[in-house]
Structures are given as structure tokens and as C-alpha cells.
């Protein structure tokens, strides 16, 4: 129910599990040996997360933006910036590293190719990430957020 959340986490560098359909035991197992923060939706999870004291996020707004302030508030997240050097990938999780677009050209589209200069890959699957409309619209996204924070 949070995929938008998760990848939005996973690129501006936080580590983030993001199990779609898991669960509720399975997902509390995961969280009392992985240390993790558990954020969700489901009210019903949560009431049996809290029994195990662990840390939980109760998402209860509709809204993305409002949804990440739930986030922020709680845990003081910061460091809102989208940086190639310390970004996960949206896909599996893993950290990114810069690279430099001529060694991959056969991999990015022409269009793509000859408008951005700045590229990254993940380290695990290789999934090859630019400044294109997704990261525009996270900027967006994070510009507002950054504001609110002032
Ligand atoms: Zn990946």
C-alpha cells in the first residue's frame, strides 16, 4: 500500500524493506531481527506490532506528503536530498554508485542520453537511474517537504 513511500525512501538513501504481501507475523519476525521500523497502513498490524514493542509508524493519512510527515515526525528524518552517491534502488534496495554514461550508452535511450548528464547503477541489479521525470518529481516532492521543515 506504500510503494510510492518506499521507493521515495529508497532514493533519497534510506534503507527500506518494502514487503507488498507478507504476513503480519512474518513481517514482526522480520522486524524483531532486523531491528527495523515497522510503517503501515493496517491498523490490525499495528496492534499486534505493539505488543512486541517495536518501533511502528501508523500511516493514517491519504495524502503522500502527509503520509512522509507522519514518517518525519516520528523518526526526524533528514537530509532531504537526492544524491546518486548515497541512493538505494528503487527496485531492490541496494546502494547506487555514480557512473559515467559513455561506458553505458548502448543501455540509455538516445533521448535520454544526449539531455542528462548524470547517471547512477545499482551496485546489485544494475537498474540504471538519471535525472528523468522520476527524480524530477521526487525533487518536487522533497522541495516541499524541505520547505515545511524551515
Ligand atoms: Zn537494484
Redesign the pocket.
Known sequence: MLGNIARKLRLLGYDTKYFPDIDDKKLIDTAIKEKIIIISKDKELILRAQKYNLQIIHITKQKQIEQFFEIINKIHLKNFKINGNVA???????L?EPIDKSNYKEKIPLGVFNFNENYWR??????IYWEGTHIKNLQVFVGKINERLQ
Open positions: 538505494r534502488c528503487t527496485k531492490c534496495n541496494s547506487t545499482c551496485k546489485s541489479c544494475e537498474k
